[in-house]
């Protein structure tokens, strides 16, 4: 089991960036999927990056070119560095470990951070 802590959430103008990293627990990090989901206000939770722990990265088409995720498994972090920010990226950030990733996204995900909130104004 990984224990995840997000951080760096907040309010933000339309085309501004924020980052969110997750500190995770564990000693077998570096083997663990990971990746990053958000859920918007009545909607369904949806991932939005992924990284795996063999090093292959993945973005649904709309934080393609937008949003990068990155990992340090020395230090047991992944983060999710978000730019040129959009009203429509408002909602509560997750970070995520452990599934199998499948077509880039992270299914059956075994641990949940808590969540981060992200609300961008226009």
């Known amino acids: 089991q990984v224990q995840l802590v997000e951080s760096g959430g907040g309010l933000v103008q339309a085309g501004g960036s924020l980052r969110l990293s997750c500190a995770a627990s564990?000693?077998?990090?570096?083997?663990?999927?990971m990746g990053w989901f958000l859920q918007a206000p009545g909607k369904e939770r949806e991932c939005v990056a992924t990284?795996?722990?063999?090093?292959?990265?993945w973005y649904t088409d709309s934080a393609k070119g937008r949003f990068t995720i990155s990992r340090d498994n020395a230090k047991n972090m992944v983060s999710l560095q978000m730019n040129s920010l959009k009203p429509e990226d408002t909602a509560v950030y997750y970070c995520?470990?452990?599934?199998?990733?499948?077509?880039?996204?992270?299914?059956?995900?075994?641990?949940w951070g808590q969540g981060t909130q992200v609300t961008v104004s226009s």
């Open positions: 990284f795996s722990w063999s090093g292959a990265t």
């Open positions: 564990g000693s077998t990090f570096s083997s663990v999927n």
């Open positions: 995520a470990a452990g599934g199998p990733i499948i077509r880039g996204v992270l299914s059956a995900v075994k641990d």
